[in-house]
């Protein structure tokens, strides 16, 4: 089973702030997924990324996978309140889909 | 993507007894799986629900305990057999539709007194 280290575990910012949150493994991944998670729903994938080096943009936040597959980084530009939530990475291990998740950032972004 | 409902959204349940969770998609998948979130905790995978075949179990989850089903491409069941307090969590379905993409079910709040 492949190990996800997720950080920083909490984060706690201002509106308009920028942050980073990163997702390692010393185990290589087919694919790399992010999600977010409000209290009492299930997560809502906000971006796959497959290929190394890969950086993907969704509005203010930027999605990066390693060159060698093995770590990923989400970056919020100017955080807004409705930011607010569980981030979590998870990864894929070749083809068969199963999901190793990260424990999570769980981000508040204070008005 | 796939719109994903699950049946009941929460229960409380007493110590000893079975509840089965309803996972229906809108659309034919093939990969769907069954995942538990412990409170505060992340995701851990149960199992894989296979169509047709018994489910594929991961380490630490046992059928006798967690039997499930999946009648159809659209349609899998997950009961949580003899409940006890440790059992209570957050029971998530997802479904993988596209290549790599996964989307998870509002999941089922479980609480065992």
């Known amino acids: 089973t492949q190990l996800l280290e997720q950080s920083p575990q909490f984060l706690s910012i201002q509106e308009g702030e920028n942050l980073t949150v990163y997702c390692n493994s010393s185990?290589?991944?087919?694919?790399l997924q992010w999600y977010r998670q409000e209290p009492g729903e299930g997560p809502v994938l906000l971006v796959t990324?497959?290929?190394?080096?890969e950086v993907k943009k969704l509005k203010r936040l930027t999605f990066q996978f390693g060159d060698a597959r093995k770590d990923s980084s989400l970056h919020i530009t100017a955080a807004q309140t409705g930011d607010t939530g569980l981030y979590l990475c998870?990864?894929?291990?070749?083809?068969?889909?199963?999901?190793?998740f990260g424990k999570g950032t769980l981000l508040t972004v204070n008005p | 993507s796939a719109v994903i409902s699950q049946k009941p959204s929460r229960d409380i349940c007493q110590r000893g007894t079975s509840l089965t969770i309803q996972c229906q998609v809108d659309?034919?998948?093939?990969?769907m799986f069954w995942y538990r979130q412990q409170p505060g905790q992340s995701l851990t995978l149960i199992a894989t629900?296979?169509?047709?075949?018994?489910?594929?179990?991961e380490s630490g989850f046992v059928i006798d305990k967690f039997p499930i089903s999946r009648p159809n491409l659209t349609f899998s069941t997950l009961t949580v057999s003899n409940m006890s307090p440790e059992d209570s969590s957050i029971y998530l379905c997802?479904?993988?539709?596209?290549?790599?993409?996964?989307?998870f079910g509002p999941g089922t709040r479980l609480t065992v007194t």
């Open positions: 997802s479904v993988v539709t596209g290549s790599y993409e996964q989307y």
């Open positions: 185990s290589v991944f087919s694919s």
């Open positions: 990324v497959v290929t190394g080096g």
């Open positions: 998870a990864g894929a291990e070749g083809s068969n889909y199963k999901l190793t």
């Open positions: 659309s034919q998948v093939t990969m």
């Open positions: 629900a296979n169509q047709g075949s018994e489910a594929t179990y």
